[in-house]
């Protein structure tokens, strides 16, 4: 596709289940990141994946969080036994490695959990 | 680590003002680059500007521009002539040369573009 597609656009859940969400990057880009924003926050940094490198975790908040990337294609980040602190937009971003810094997002998934 | 400070939460201009948003870092790197990210409420993040810190020469981008101070670590964000549709959030980031680490955000400020 022509930018960084994100599903499900909106999550409504249950305090204890596990959620996924879904990435699907700019074809061709080798870098993927997950952020958080909480409402009126700026973001924070969850994981980070360059092409075949293990993944850069120290943003995880903690072990129910998780994310997987297969190759240079889609990703998904699964929260295990939500709580209501989870409730946040959950953004994804691509970048190009030749490209520097310069972030294509999606639209975020937004995630309310009851 | 870097940080990135944005210290003006909220911030409230009349339309065709000129209105600046500051951001500061911290980092030991010498190779870098910076970036000015908006959010309208759309939600979609966008590219506003980059800088390289190598260049002396600020960037600019038709009604953006930017004031890098590469000593006082300073890297503002001008928008001349504002425009009812640069009501957003501003995020500041900062990258390592490399970018093996990602970027780092500001908490952003939230610009408001009064008719």
């Known amino acids: 596709g022509a930018g960084v597609s994100q599903s499900p656009s909106n999550k409504v859940t249950e305090k204890g289940k596990d959620v996924e969400l879904r990435c699907d990057p700019i074809?061709?880009?080798?870098?993927l990141y997950w952020y958080r924003q909480r409402l009126g926050q700026g973001l924070e940094f969850l994981i980070y994946f360059q092409g075949n490198s293990a993944p850069d975790k120290s943003g995880l908040p903690s072990d129910r969080f998780s994310a997987e990337r297969t190759g240079e294609s889609v990703s998904t980040l699964t929260i295990q036994r939500t709580q209501q602190e989870d409730s946040a937009v959950y953004l994804c971003?691509?970048?190009?490695?030749?490209?520097?810094?310069?972030?294509?997002f999606g639209e975020g998934s937004r995630l309310t959990v009851l | 680590a870097q940080t990135v400070t944005q210290s003006q939460p909220e911030m409230s201009v009349q339309e065709a003002e000129t209105v600046t948003l500051s951001c500061t870092y911290d980092?030991?790197?010498?190779?870098?680059?910076l970036f000015w990210y908006k959010q309208p409420p759309s939600r979609q993040m966008i590219l506003v500007i980059r800088?390289?810190?190598?260049?002396?020469q600020n960037a600019t981008e038709n009604r953006f521009s930017v004031n890098f101070q590469k000593a006082a670590k300073s890297f503002s964000l001008k928008i001349s002539d504002s425009q009812l549709g640069d009501t957003a959030m501003y995020f500041c980031?900062?990258?390592?040369?490399?970018?093996?680490?990602?970027?780092?955000f500001g908490k952003g400020t939230h610009l408001i573009i009064q008719p």
């Open positions: 980031a900062f990258e390592a040369g490399g970018g093996a680490d990602g970027l780092t």
């Open positions: 971003a691509s970048s190009a490695r030749w490209n520097t810094g310069e972030l294509f």
């Open positions: 800088q390289e810190a190598y260049k002396q």
């Open positions: 074809s061709g880009h080798t870098a």
């Open positions: 980092t030991s790197e010498s190779n870098y680059y």
